[in-house]
Structures are given as structure tokens and as C-alpha cells.
């Protein structure tokens, strides 16, 4: 699915990553914890192609992340789903139309699609919010809500940085089970978190691997 | 018709696309106020351009063939010059036509410039033969041949007063057309920053539309459609307002001459509609190159 082979990068600077090399095969699931500012969101983001390493190589889907032209990255963001940091959603449109953005912007018709979008609202628990602006929303719900934007488009991998970064601890063993029951759908899950309760609270639900992000390299996971 | 319809889809843009960016408030008055502006003055510079295309145009074709032959001679000659003249026209190689001026035909050219009331019987005024070409005339042959046989005719060739006319129509012409160049320029530039500043101002939804997956040409729609159909609707109004306002120039009467041309004629007024086509073009154009500039700024 998503390959580095001795990936570096740096923002201007030092070197913030350098020789990583990961797999992501289908169906797994994998932790990416490490102190902050070690670079989790920059390896995620590598792992999406919103960045481009400054060395080595990622492979998403078979292709060089490098070589991807700008339509080709925006056909790719279509079939990896993600749960930003910062959520990122535009303001002015309702809820619902946020968690149906990637349609829209794919060219599906959203009528057609109704019946998906009511169920997985429902699912991450915000039928009831569908009309409210984003704005409006509580961190934890800002989470689901990107969360169900996040796999409107039915992807193969989902990648979430840090997902319950601001919310309670009862909302975010919700997020877990619903991450986990992605999984069990087959789904490749990969989330970066510095929450090691989380991590153990896993245990339970998923197999997953932890992976150590420190100094700059990645270090054997631990299997959960 | 697909590829026309796709052209269509990528000017208007969708619905959606268009819902995607907040609506601006007040500054969307200003495009459509700017491209109202432009269309107003484009339609005079088209008047214009038009106008002296056709006066060139007539002055070029009409007068180049004309020639004024001027008798002046004591009255009781004058019949008797004219006739000399009239002969020698006929057997002239080149001519067309030849035909006098009766007394009453010169007294109406006068009377713009003199005066109804003139007793224009009591003044010696030279007779006037009008000669057309067909083209092959030899003029200083002619002008020979006159001096020597009816000492009392000049032959006139319009071309020394036609020349500087139809150079000063030609000029005028392309100062219409530079003109209409300028403000096309000028709208290019109006709506740039428009689109600049809306860019600029959706940073955030411009972002989010690329991580959710949105292609270069899906977010630019979201921009030109607005664009567009604003400076369209402006150049409407400009374009129909100064269309009005040519139309209701005050008349003025066959001695006006070049006041008479400027305005539209016939088919001339097509070119009216034309003009928020055009502005509209030029606001897509504007807008999609100012889009794709910004998102290159995003991954
Ligand atoms: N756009 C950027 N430009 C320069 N430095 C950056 C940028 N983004 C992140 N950094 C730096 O890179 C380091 C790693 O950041 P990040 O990947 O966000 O870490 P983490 O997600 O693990 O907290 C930080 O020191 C941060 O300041
Ligand atoms: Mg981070």
C-alpha cells in the first residue's frame, strides 16, 4: 500500500527524518507515538504525499510519491482517507456538507450517496449535528466529523495524526472503536498519538504494531 | 457540441463548486461595477473604430475615381468653355463620366457654408464639371491638354486634400482599436486583483478542497464561475447603456459629415452583445490564470 525505503526530510534546516523505512500492508495496524515535535505529522503527511521526502523514496499504491503530478495526487487523496491534526474544514459549509466534501469534489453525485452519508453519520454519532457549522462542534465531535470525512470515500487506508489530541478520555476510546472496526473491515490503519493509555486501550480491540518515532529514526514496534 | 458544452461547464462552473467559497459581500459589486465602466467606454471606442473605418472607407473608394474640372471664365464665355471642355472629356481615354454642374446644384453646396439668402446670380462663380475615372486616366495628360486648349480650366485632383483625410480617418481608426485593446487590458487587470484578494482570502477552503481531494481545475471553477458571470453581468449593463447612449446622439444633419458617421449601422450593432461575451472571456481567462498561480502554492 504505502512504502518508505530510506526516507529523509528536512524543512530547511537539519535533517528532522532520515533513513526510515515502513511498510504499510493491507489490513494492518500500526501506532506512531514518539514525543512531540519528533516528526509525526511530517511523516504522515509523507505518507499521504502532502510532502515530498528529500530523500529515499515512498511508494503509494506502486507509484513514486515524487513523480506524482498534481492531478495524480488529488486522485490518490481520494483512496487514502485522513484525519488531520487540525481537522481542517471549511467553515461556512454545514456538517454535513463537510463530511460529503470529497464526493462533491470527486464529481459523485451527493444525492445518490444520501442514504451512505445519513448511515455514517449516524455511525460517528452526529445525525443530529449533520446541520451545524463546524465552528459549532465540540473537539470531539470536530474529530468524528473528520473521521467520517475521512472514509465517505470507502479508501483503503486511513491515516489519523493524533485523533484524539483534545477530547476526553470516553470520547476517545469511542474514536478507537470505531478506528479498530474499520480495521476489522480490512481497512490499513496507521495513527500517530503520544497517548500511550490509548495505545493500551488497543490492546483490547485490534492487533497493531507501535512504531517509536524518536531522534529522527523510526524504531522497532512493539506488537500489541 | 460535447467539447462546446465542456467549455460552457468549465466558464459557468457548478453550483457546487461555486457554494464552496463564501460569497464576498460588497466586493462583487466592484467587478461588476469595473466591468460595467469598461463596457461603457468600449462601446464608443467601437463606435469610433467603426465609424472611421467607414469614412476612410468612402473617401478611399468614392473619391479616388473624382475629379473637379473649374471653368472660370467672363459669363458669356463660360457656356461656350464648358462645352470646349465637355469635348475634349469625350474624347479622353480613362473618363467615365463627365457631367456639369447647373447653376442650382452649385448654389445648394454653397448655401451650408454662405447662406440661404446669398444672391449667389449677382457673383461670377467658376462652373464645376464633375469627372469620374474609370481608373485609368491619365491626369497630367489631361491637366496638358486643358491648359493649352481652354485656358480658363483647372483640372482638380481630389487626391491632395483626400490623402491627409483618410491618413487622419486611418489614425483615428487605430487609436479606436489601441483604445478597445487598453480596456480589455484594463479589465484583465481589475479582475486579476479581484480574484487575487478572494484568493487570498480563502486560503483555508482552497486547502481543504486539495486535501479532500479536489484537482487544480475543480478549484478554479469555484473562482472563474463568479468571475465571469460578474463581469458579464457588468459589461451587460455597460454595453446596453452605451449602446443607448450612442443611439440617442444628437442627430446631426448631412453637413456634419464626420458627426453624422459615429455610431452603429446594421449589422454594427451586433457587435453590442458581443462585448459582455468578450468581458466575460477576458474574466475567465483572468481568473482561472490568477487560480492556478495560487494553488501552486498548495500541494
Ligand atoms: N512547515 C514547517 N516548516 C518548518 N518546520 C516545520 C514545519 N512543520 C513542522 N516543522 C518542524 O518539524 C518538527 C516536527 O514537527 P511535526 O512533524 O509536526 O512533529 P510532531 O507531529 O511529532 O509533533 C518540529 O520541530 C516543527 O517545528
Ligand atoms: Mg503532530
Redesign the interface.
Same mark, same amino acid.
Given at each position: 500500500m504505502i512504502e518508505l525505503r530510506g526516507v529523509g526530510y528536512s524543512y530547511g534546516g537539519g535533517n528532522l527524518l532520515s533513513g526510515l523505512d515502513l511498510e504499510l500492508t493491507p489490513g494492518s495496524f500500526h501506532f506512531l507515538t514518539g514525543p512531540s515535535g519528533a516528526g509525526k505529522t511530517t511523516l504522515l503527511k509523507l505518507c499521504y504525499g502532502d510532502l515530498k521526502p528529500t530523500a529515499g523514496a515512498v511508494t503509494i499504491d506502486g507509484r513514486d510519491s515524487r513523480r506524482m503530478d498534481r492531478d495524480g495526487l488529488a486522485r490518490m487523496r481520494r483512496r487514502i482517507g485522513v484525519v488531520h491534526q487540525d481537522c481542517q474544514f471549511i467553515d461556512h459549509l454545514s456538517i454535513h456538507e463537510n463530511v460529503a466534501l470529497p464526493l462533491t469534489v470527486a464529481g459523485r453525485d451527493v444525492a445518490v450517496e444520501a442514504a451512505n452519508l445519513e448511515q455514517l453519520l449516524g455511525w460517528v454519532g452526529l445525525s443530529r449535528r449533520a446541520n451545524a457549522l463546524p465552528p459549532e462542534l465540540s473537539g470531539g465531535e470536530r474529530q468524528r466529523a473528520a473521521l467520517a470525512r475521512a472514509i465517505i470515500m470507502d479508501p483503503d487506508v486511513i491515516i489519523a495524526d493524533e485523533p484524539t489530541g483534545n477530547i476526553d478520555w470516553d470520547m476517545s476510546k469511542r474514536l478507537l472503536s470505531l478506528l479498530a472496526e474499520l480495521n476489522r473491515m480490512g481497512k490499513t490503519v496507521l495513527v500517530a498519538t503520544h497517548d500511550l493509555a490509548l495505545i493500551r486501550a488497543a490492546k483490547a480491540q485490534v492487533t497493531a504494531r507501535v512504531l517509536r518515532l524518536a531522534g529522527g529514526t523510526l524504531s522497532a514496534g512493539t506488537e500489541l | 457540441m460535447r467539447r462546446l458544452q465542456a467549455l460552457l461547464d468549465a466558464m459557468w462552473g457548478d453550483r457546487?463548486a461555486d457554494? +464552496?467559497v463564501?460569497p464576498t459581500g460588497h466586493t462583487v459589486w466592484l467587478t461588476v461595477l469595473t466591468s460595467g465602466a469598461m463596457a461603457f467606454l468600449a462601446v464608443f471606442a467601437l463606435a469610433l473604430s467603426l465609424a472611421t473605418g467607414r469614412l476612410a472607407e468612402r473617401w478611399g473608394d468614392s473619391l479616388a475615381q473624382a475629379s473637379t474640372i473649374r471653368v472660370s471664365a467672363p459669363a458669356e464665355q463660360a457656356d461656350a468653355q464648358v462645352e470646349a471642355v465637355m469635348a475634349i472629356l469625350v474624347t479622353t481615354p480613362g473618363i467615365a463620366d463627365a457631367r456639369a454642374l447647373d447653376p442650382a446644384e452649385q448654389a445648394a453646396l454653397l448655401e451650408p457654408w454662405l447662406g440661404p439668402d446669398l444672391p449667389l446670380d449677382t457673383i461670377p462663380l467658376p462652373r464645376l464639371i464633375e469627372v469620374t475615372s474609370d481608373g485609368s486616366l491619365d491626369a497630367e495628360g489631361l491637366r496638358l491638354r486643358l491648359t493649352a486648349e481652354v485656358p480658363g480650366a483647372v483640372y482638380d485632383d481630389h487626391t491632395r486634400w483626400r490623402e491627409p483625410l483618410v491618413a487622419a480617418a486611418d489614425r483615428l481608426r487605430a487609436l479606436g482599436w489601441t483604445a478597445l485593446a487598453l480596456i480589455a487590458g484594463t479589465l484583465a487587470a481589475m479582475v486579476t486583483l479581484a480574484a487575487q484578494s478572494a484568493l487570498a482570502a480563502n486560503r483555508? +477552503?482552497i &486547502?481543504?478542497? &486539495?486535501? +479532500?481531494?479536489?484537482?487544480?481545475v475543480?478549484v478554479a471553477r469555484a473562482f472563474t464561475r463568479r468571475f465571469t458571470l460578474r463581469a458579464a453581468l457588468g459589461a451587460t449593463l455597460g454595453a446596453a447603456s452605451g449602446g443607448l447612449a450612442v443611439a440617442f446622439l444628437p442627430a446631426a444633419d448631412a453637413a456634419g459629415g464626420f458627426l453624422t458617421g459615429l455610431g452603429f449601422q446594421g449589422a454594427g450593432w451586433l457587435l453590442l452583445p458581443l462585448i459582455p461575451i468578450f468581458a466575460g472571456g477576458v474574466a475567465f481567462l483572468a481568473t482561472r490564470s490568477a487560480a492556478f498561480r495560487a494553488?501552486a502554492r498548495f500541494?
Open positions: - | 457546487q457554494r +464552496v463564501p483555508q +477552503v &486547502r481543504v478542497l &486539495r486535501l +479532500v481531494g479536489a484537482r487544480d475543480y494553488l500541494e
